[in-house]
């Protein structure tokens, strides 16, 4: 026996029920509104995703999207939602069915027109998220081969950051920031002191910056009791590190605290071994 009685349908795949405690759910499967009428039931077989809605400002921004989404853009975006809950099984947040079909919309619109954006911080992405990241590789296979599309591995990183942002609770939006000045700040280190080697060191200090920029983001302070003693022992990563803190506030508008410099420095000091003061 079915527990939704259609309110609205949105389009062929996705239709907006009330259940019997009259609470609203969006209910998402191939064909589930079709020749449906409103007030008819739902076949339970048929729901392939659905979630609950608690908030009406993200019901019309969700029903203004469906409205100009490619019907592929929302069947896969709902795939890779419901392969996300089967994988990690957490709970995550709702707005993830927002985020992640406007970004496939858009992405399906740049391939069919031959256009293609590159992902700057592939790599990094690659680094700190790693589960993540190799989910989202499967899922662009995954649309490749039902779509029959030359998806970039680049999309990959962006279906990333979505899918990080939804387990963790994070704005997609900060997630991105934390991910653009991670990979500056690796392209300005290297250009300026040289290439650091792919490895345990990067890594460390690919994940140390995105911890980093996360608590200036949210405004989190540590407690350095080695500062004064890093700025003489390690005078020059300590001033290498002041100067990347500057130039991340020129380009982001973030500024790095002294403690967050002075641990910086020590992983600066550990990558490219500046002259230090016995």
Same mark, same amino acid.
């Not at 400002?57 to 469906?66: A, D, H, N, R, V």
């Not at 709902?78 to 919309?105: A, C, P, Q, T």
């Not at 619109?109 to 700190?128: P, W």
């Not at 002191?193 to 608590?215: C, D, M, P, Q, S």
């Given at each position: 026996?079915?527990?939704?009685?259609?309110?609205?349908?949105?389009?062929?795949?996705?239709?907006?029920?009330?259940?019997?405690?009259?609470?609203?759910?969006?209910?998402?499967?191939?064909?589930?509104?079709?020749? +449906?009428? &409103?007030? %008819?039931?739902?076949?339970?077989? +048929?729901?392939?995703?659905?979630?609950?809605?608690?908030?009406?400002?993200?019901?019309?921004?969700?029903?203004?999207?469906?409205? #100009?989404?490619?019907?592929?853009?929302?069947?896969?975006?709902?795939? &890779?939602? /419901?392969?996300?809950?089967?994988?990690?099984?957490?709970?995550?947040?709702?707005?993830?069915?927002?985020?992640?079909? %406007?970004?496939?919309?858009?992405?399906?619109?740049? &391939?069919?027109?031959?256009?293609?954006?590159?992902?700057?911080?592939?790599?990094?992405?690659?680094?700190?998220?790693?589960?993540?990241?190799?989910?989202?590789?499967?899922?662009?296979?995954?649309?490749?081969?039902?779509?029959? #599309?030359?998806?970039?591995?680049?999309?990959?990183?962006?279906? =990333?950051?979505? &899918?990080?942002?939804?387990?963790?609770?994070?704005?997609?939006?900060?997630?991105?920031?934390?991910?653009?000045?991670?990979?500056?700040?690796?392209?300005?280190?290297?250009?300026?002191?040289?290439?650091?080697?792919?490895?345990?060191?990067?890594?460390?200090?690919? #994940?140390?910056?995105?911890?980093?920029?996360?608590?200036?983001?949210?405004?989190?302070?540590? =407690?350095?009791?080695?500062?004064?003693? #890093?700025?003489?022992?390690?005078?020059?990563?300590?001033?290498? /590190?002041?100067?990347?803190?500057?130039?991340?506030?020129?380009?982001?508008?973030?500024?790095?605290?002294?403690?967050?410099?002075?641990?910086?420095?020590?992983?600066?000091?550990?990558?490219?071994?500046?002259?230090?003061?016995?």
């Amino acid at each position: 026996m079915s527990n939704y009685k259609i309110n609205k349908i949105l389009n062929h795949n996705v239709i907006l029920v009330n259940d019997t405690e009259n609470q609203e759910w969006i209910l998402f499967g191939r064909g589930i509104g079709f020749s +449906k009428q &409103i007030n %008819d039931f739902i076949d339970n077989e +048929k729901v392939e995703n659905k979630y609950a809605l608690f908030d009406s400002k993200k019901l019309g921004q969700y029903q203004s999207l469906i409205e #100009i989404s490619n019907e592929d853009a929302t069947i896969m975006s709902e795939w &890779i939602i /419901s392969e996300m809950k089967k994988r990690f099984g957490v709970s995550y947040n709702s707005y993830v069915h927002i985020s992640l079909l %406007d970004h496939l919309n858009f992405a399906l619109k740049r &391939i069919k027109g031959n256009i293609v954006i590159q992902n700057l911080f592939e790599s990094e992405l690659a680094s700190i998220y790693k589960k993540e990241y190799e989910f989202s590789l499967e899922m662009v296979n995954k649309i490749r081969k039902e779509l029959n #599309i030359e998806l970039p591995d680049s999309e990959a990183g962006m279906i =990333c950051l979505h &899918i990080h942002s939804a387990l963790h609770d994070e704005k997609v939006s900060n997630t991105a920031l934390i991910m653009n000045v991670v990979s500056y700040t690796v392209r300005y280190l290297e250009n300026k002191y040289g290439k650091v080697e792919e490895g345990l060191i990067k890594n460390r200090l690919i #994940i140390h910056l995105k911890f980093a920029i996360k608590r200036t983001i949210e405004k989190v302070t540590l =407690c350095n009791d080695l500062n004064d003693v #890093i700025k003489i022992r390690y005078s020059k990563s300590f001033e290498a /590190s002041r100067d990347l803190s500057n130039k991340i506030f020129e380009n982001f508008y973030l500024r790095l605290d002294e403690s967050e410099i002075s641990y910086l420095a020590i992983h600066l000091q550990n990558i490219f071994h500046f002259e230090k003061c016995e």
